[in-house]
């Protein structure tokens, strides 16, 4: 399955997940005494052990060419982008038809409506998450749709 960003069209092998890791670490904390710089106090942190933790955080999923946020919330959502069962479309797309609430006819095949999400288009052409100062008219809406 050809997966591509639905905003540069580019065809993706792999998306940018930025997310929060929680993890148990232990560190060695000791003063730095390299002897060329005697007057600098800096401490140096030596990582001794890391243990991850349940609960990581998906922040932002992106586009790795043209950097749109993708509106992907689970690491579920990614896999499902992958496959093709999950498809992000702009509301604006002539090929989408709803047919009720839920149910949205796009690109010749039926979908159900997962959710909407709001993104701007700043003035270098970044599609990113709005933020409050955007202007109305940078602010479109897509449409986050799982193939029934």
């Not at 106090?41 to 933790?53: I, K, P, Q, Y």
């Not at 599609?127 to 202007?135: G, Q």
Request: net charge negative.
């Amino acid at each position: 399955m050809v997966v591509r960003c639905p905003f540069c069209g580019e065809e993706l092998d792999y998306v940018e997940v930025e997310c929060y890791e929680k993890c148990w670490m232990l560190y060695k904390v000791y003063p730095d005494k390299d002897p060329r710089f005697p007057h600098l106090s800096n401490l140096v942190w030596e990582e001794d052990e890391r243990e991850g933790v349940d609960g990581s955080e998906i922040k932002e999923v992106g586009c790795p060419y043209c950097h749109a946020t993708l509106p992907l919330k689970a690491e579920d959502e990614i896999e499902e982008f992958f496959e093709g069962s999950l498809t992000i479309a702009p509301l604006s797309d002539p090929r989408i038809r709803f047919l009720n609430e839920r149910r949205v006819l796009f690109n010749g095949k039926l979908y159900e409506l997962r959710r909407t999400h709001e993104l701007v288009r700043d003035s270098d052409g970044v599609v990113r998450e709005p933020f409050t100062y955007d202007k109305p008219e940078q602010r479109f809406t897509v449409l986050v749709l799982s193939e029934l």
